[in-house]
Every structure is written in structure tokens, then in C-alpha cells.
């Protein structure tokens, strides 16, 4: 009823004080003042020439809508609000002029300001290099799924290890999910084989594959996740035994550097906005149970790290895993 009264929501309250922003007074493409229009998709506000640019690159690029006179959902308000502005969100697109390239001014013919607002939005000509932004719906659906994911992986970590998590994230960087594949040529414990698990530490956390019998080449393809606390350290790997009437044997050890992966996840941060490329490595060293240097790729938007180790303080075995980063913060 308070929409009959002319009475505004408090989301579109809230658009309009984004729209007093000094940034958000001019527009986004063209610097023409006091803008009235909006992108619902890009999160910039624009003035009406560049509105009609903006309706014929396609809602799956812009949505464009009245500041005052359309009707906005919540999650078109939040997600205007969550870029920032103008300002915010020029700093994304136009990070990279390449030679001759200028904005058009608020005199500038249709077509000169049509080729500059396609070359912006749609080719995304003025990004970093090698960057790319999901705009619209398709960006908002991943952005839940990935959540979704994260939600539910976190669940699984409180349940394995006991921890509160949900209540403390402030105090986590992020979570790790580490696929152990396979172990080659470990050690035998027992008559002529061993009963093989592995056993991952970090911190307060402790988790576990389950057990291979009689199997000195195990494959588990088991996936384990484990939260990362600010004060991380590194990961301890251990890998025994199975023994149902004594103590299990140990079977070697070995410890995980994660810090290369995690200083470069964090770096890059949403890692869907790069393509395929190496962004970080952990080196073979003397004194690390590295077979061979080990590089930190994002892959198919994801940080992912894959990781040959020669077991310690045992007479043989091999551990091969691989590591990928999920942030919190999504």
C-alpha cells in the first residue's frame, strides 16, 4: 500500500542515496550530469543517450532501468548496490585504455558513443588483460551456486571435525579442498602388504581416507576438505597402517607448504574472472618432500594446485593429491 501513496521502499531509498554519490551524479560512459538511469545488470548509472545504447546490447548484458519511475526487485537494488557505483565499477571496465581510445564526451555523436559502449560492456576491450566480467543474471547464478557449494562444504567440515565454524568466519581465509589420489610403492607393515589410510592435520582439524586392504599401490580419488584459519601453518600428512588388533604403523610422512596456493588465491581473488594460467608454484627443494616443483593454475575459474610428494622417515612410498581453493567470501 505504500507504493499507492507514492511512499518509496527502502530499496529504492536506498538506490537513491547511491545516486547522491558525486560519482553516481555524472554519467558512467559520457560524464553528462545528473543521470537518471541506471544498469541494473553492470551497476552504473547513465544518462538517457547512453540508456538507448545500452537497451540494444541486450538484457543479458544491460537491464536498463528508470531510477524513479520502474519497479526494481530487491536483488536488482542489492546488486547495484553491491558494485558501488560508478567509480567502482569504472575501475573494472576502463582499467586499460588502449592507444587512441578516449571516452566520448556528452556531445558525442550515437555512433561514436555506440562503438565506445559495446567496446566497454559487450567486447570488454578496456579490462586487464586477461580478465573477464560475468554480467547480469548469469553472474548472479553462479555467484548462489558457488555459495551453495561453499555452504555445504563447510557443513561437512563442522560435521569431520567438530568445529564451529559458521559462527567464526571471521577468523578462516577460506577452505581447502584436497583430493587424495592415489599412494605408489609404500611401505609394507604387515606380512607381505599393508592396509594403507592417510591422515591430514591442520591445525585443530584432523581428517582421513578411508582404508585400502593389501595394497602398497593404493587409488582412494577420496576428496577431504579442510578450513583454513587466518594463522595458518603448514599441512601434516601421515599415512599408516590399518591394524584391527594393535596399534597402526606408521608409514611415512610428509608436510604441505600452503602457502604458495593461498597468497596467490588471494592475490587474484574471484579467479572466474581469469582465464587458464599459472599464478603461483612451490618449489622442489632439499628440504621438502616435493618430487617436483609444484604450480599454483587457476583452471576453469578455479585455483587448483596438483602435488607429487616423496614420504619422509620411511624406507619408501610416493603421495600424489591435488588442492583447490575455495574462498568465504563469495
Request: a negative charge.
Amino acid at each position: 500500500m505504500s507504493h499507492a501513496l507514492g511512499k518509496p521502499s527502502s530499496g529504492k531509498r536506498k538506490l537513491r542515496d547511491l545516486l547522491l554519490q558525486s560519482d553516481n551524479r555524472i554519467c558512467a560512459d559520457c560524464g553528462a550530469p545528473d543521470p537518471k538511469w541506471a544498469s541494473a545488470t553492470i551497476g552504473v548509472f547513465i544518462c538517457l543517450k547512453c540508456c538507448g545504447v545500452h537497451r540494444n546490447l541486450g538484457l543479458h548484458i544491460s537491464k536498463v532501468l528508470s531510477v524513479t519511475l520502474d519497479e526494481w526487485t530487491d536483488e536488482e537494488i542489492d546488486g547495484v548496490i553491491e558494485v558501488g557505483g560508478n567509480d567502482a565499477a569504472n575501475k573494472i571496465y576502463e582499467a586499460h585504455f588502449p592507444e587512441g581510445v578516449t571516452k566520448p564526451s556528452r556531445n558525442a555523436s550515437h555512433e561514436e558513443r555506440s562503438k565506445y559502449i559495446r567496446s566497454k560492456y559487450e567486447l570488454q576491450e578496456f579490462l586487464k588483460p586477461g580478465m573477464r566480467v560475468q554480467t547480469g543474471s548469469s553472474r548472479k547464478e553462479g555467484k548462489v551456486v558457488r555459495k551453495s557449494v561453499c555452504e555445504k562444504t563447510l557443513e561437512s567440515i563442522a560435521q569431520s571435525t567438530g568445529l564451529n565454524i559458521a559462527d567464526h568466519l571471521d577468523e578462516y581465509l577460506g577452505v581447502l579442498k584436497i583430493k587424495v589420489l592415489k599412494g605408489s610403492n609404500l611401505a609394507v607393515r604387515d606380512m607381505l602388504s599393508s592396509d594403507p589410510y592417510i591422515v591430514l592435520s591442520l591445525g585443530e582439524q584432523k581428517v582421513q581416507t578411508t582404508v585400502v586392504p593389501s595394497n602398497l599401490n593404493p587409488v582412494w580419488n577420496q576428496e577431504l576438505n579442510m578450513v583454513v584459519p587466518k594463522d595458518y601453518g603448514p599441512i601434516k600428512l601421515q599415512v599408516y597402517d590399518h591394524d584391527t588388533f594393535s596399534a597402526d604403523d606408521i608409514m611415512g610422512e610428509a608436510e604441505i607448504d600452503v602457502q604458495p596456493m593461498i597468497t596467490s588465491a588471494l592475490a587474484f581473488g574471484d579467479a572466474s574472472m581469469y582465464g587458464d594460467r599459472q599464478i603461483g608454484k612451490w618449489l622442489q627443494s632439499y628440504d621438502n618432500a616435493l618430487i617436483e616443483d609444484s604450480p599454483v593454475n587457476i583452471v576453469d575459474g578455479k585455483v587448483r594446485q596438483e602435488l607429487w610428494l616423496r614420504l619422509q622417515n620411511v624406507e619408501s612410498g610416493e603421495v600424489e593429491l591435488e588442492l583447490e581453493w575455495v574462498p568465504l567470501t563469495l
